[in-house]
Nanobody
Framework: QVQLVESGGGLVQPGGSLRLSCAAS????????IGWFRQAPGKEREGVSC????????YYADSVKGRFTISRDNAKNTVYLQMNSLKPEDTAVYYC????????????????WGKGTLVTVSS
């Protein structure tokens, strides 16, 4: 059974850090582009960061550039999102999603989605 499970969310103060994990089961991440997305209350889901399957190229939304880092550990079948210098506007449910044999990474057209992990940035 194909599954993506996010973990690592929680409550953190502004300026703090969290590391999210996206663990895959039922398939091998090597050939999948993985994206992190987030959805804040009352807002549309938006792309945060992606790592492509073909050459590991990474993408970051302007709002997180320089603060977030995406990485993958294919041996552990897991993708991470290191989030530093967190701001209240980063508060959202964070989802990971996969797209097989493609560099596509967007809100629509991903093959599988996790159920999300909540990140709350507040003092």
């Amino acid at each position: 059974q194909v599954q993506l499970v996010e973990s690592g969310g929680g409550l953190v103060q502004p300026g703090g850090s969290l590391r999210l994990s996206c663990a895959a089961s039922g398939f091998t991440l090597d050939y999948y582009t993985i994206g992190w997305f987030r959805q804040a209350p009352g807002k549309e889901r938006e792309g945060v960061s992606c790592t492509s399957s073909s050459d590991g190229t990474t993408y970051y939304a302007d709002s997180v550039k320089g603060r977030f880092t995406i990485s993958r550990d294919n041996a552990k079948n897991t993708v991470y999102l290191q989030m530093n210098s967190l701001k209240p506007e980063d508060t959202a449910v964070y989802y990971c999603a996969s797209k097989g044999y493609s560099d596509y990474c967007g809100r629509y057209g991903m093959d599988y989605w996790g159920k999300g992990t909540l990140v709350t940035v507040s003092s």
